[in-house]
């Protein structure tokens, strides 16, 4: 069964790679399906693509060495001409839910910076309405307990990630995750917009209306979407 969710992974990550053209700088973004990404992408490269990326977590740029990506300081680019990313949840409308591996923030950054975003995911991600995976909210350290307080009175359940020993997650920005628990997200652009307002609440994992391509990795091969 995980051998099938990893096989649908692979499928959706090396299909993105066939959108990757030469002297392009990509936005790498993080995960277990970039994962096949940024390793297909190595063995490109090792043919002769000549790219560089830009990691979004120090996991991923910890895979872009291994697999020979060249890479570059998001500092030194103003423009990305694509970036590559999964998700938690896709909605018909390309609606996002991500952060669930933590690294919502960088993805973002460097999502916002790409003149296209192309989402690879495996097909459970699809989803009819946001919200059944709970929402990661990126939070500054000081105070959290306050903001955890503030961020229930949005009608969810929230809760401080931990790691396996029970250690609070941080993020690679040294911030708090709270995985706010939804019964379902109605209005996502409201909702960002208003825990935006939240003083300690750095950036949520919705990903809004800012999706071209969504590569949906199945058993029998992969769906390509587009908007
Ligand atoms: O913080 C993590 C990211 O948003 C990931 O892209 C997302 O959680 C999907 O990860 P995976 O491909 O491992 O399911």
Avoid at 43 to 64: D, F, N, Y
Avoid at 101 to 123: P, Q
Avoid at 158 to 177: H, K, Q, S
């Amino acid at each position: 069964m995980i051998y099938d969710v990893e096989e649908k992974k692979k499928k959706a990550g090396e299909k993105a790679v066939e959108y990757i053209e030469d002297g392009m700088t990509i936005g790498l973004g993080s995960g277990s399906t970039v994962y096949w990404m940024i390793k297909r992408l190595g063995e490109r490269i090792k043919q002769g693509l000549e790219v560089k990326g830009v990691p979004s977590s120090l996991r991923t740029e910890a895979w872009a060495r291994e697999f020979g990506v060249p890479l570059v300081y998001f500092s030194e680019v103003n423009r990305l001409d694509l970036a590559i990313d999964g998700a938690d949840e896709v909605d018909p409308d390309f609606q996002l839910i991500k952060g669930g591996g933590g690294s919502l923030l960088r993805e973002k950054l460097v999502a916002d910076a790409a003149k296209k975003l192309i989402i690879i995911v495996d097909e459970s991600k699809q989803v009819q309405k946001l919200g059944s995976f709970p929402l990661p909210v990126e939070i500054v350290r000081f105070g959290w307990e306050n903001t955890v307080r503030k961020l229930s009175t949005f009608g969810c359940n929230p809760t401080l990630r931990t790691t396996e020993d029970g250690e609070a997650f941080v993020t690679n920005n040294d911030n708090y995750i709270v995985d706010c628990f939804f019964d379902a997200i109605t209005e996502p652009e409201a909702l960002h917009r208003e825990l935006k307002l939240l003083l300690g609440v750095v950036e949520t994992g919705l990903f809004l209306n800012r999706t071209n391509k969504v590569i949906v990795g199945r058993k029998r091969g992969v769906d390509i979407l587009e908007r």
